[in-house]
């Protein structure tokens, strides 16, 4: 594969995380209870920590697809750093939705009886259904790269 799409594809993904960094670090502080509270009763919050320790698997796959693309550039997709690459996207995904799945169920059961949560949950509902989408297609593309890396070594052998 070309070298510029790849590069395209690797700043992509580092805008994104620069962007979800900027989007986690200010919208607490424009968050409506917190508007008049001090940065360290904003940022102690523990469902605001919970927030950032569950967003840590977020990272960690942003970081595996850039090291996957990079392995791509160079022309090592058939190789075994490729599909590790992919099962720790994978079990990135599964741990993002069931931390998903968690707040949303902690916020259904103990929400305070003035605030409705149905925005809160609907949007647990989207980002649990694009995590396990996301999951599922890498695994489908898992078993497909371990098949070619299988075949790929049969035949290295062979010869």
């Known amino acids: 594969m ?4 790849i590069i395209f594809l690797q700043a992509v993904i580092v805008l994104i995380g620069i962007l979800a960094l900027s989007i986690m670090i200010r919208l607490p502080m424009t968050e409506g209870r917190a508007e008049n509270l001090d940065l360290f009763s904003i940022y102690s919050d523990p469902f605001i920590l919970y927030g950032y320790a569950s967003s840590i698997a977020f ?3 942003l970081y595996k697809a850039f090291k996957l693309l ?3 550039g160079q022309n090592k997709l058939f190789s ?3 599909i590790r ?4 996207i994978k079990y990135c995904a599964i741990i993002l939705s069931i931390s998903i799945v ?4 902690y916020i259904m059961l103990f ?6 949560p149905a925005g809160f949950l609907g949007m647990c509902i989207i980002t649990t259904f694009i995590s396990i989408t996301v999951a599922t297609a890498v695994v489908v593309l898992e078993k497909i790269l371990q098949n070619a890396v299988d075949m790929k070594s ?3 052998l062979t010869i």
Do not use: C, Q, T, W
């Open 2 to 5: 070309k070298r510029i799409p």
């Open 59 to 61: 990272f960690v796959a």
């Open 70 to 72: 990079g392995y791509i």
């Open 80 to 82: 075994l750093n490729s």
């Open 85 to 88: 690459a992919l099962r720790s």
């Open 102 to 105: 968690m707040a949303g169920l």
């Open 111 to 116: 929400h305070h009886k003035d605030d409705d």
């Open 154 to 156: 049969e035949n290295d």
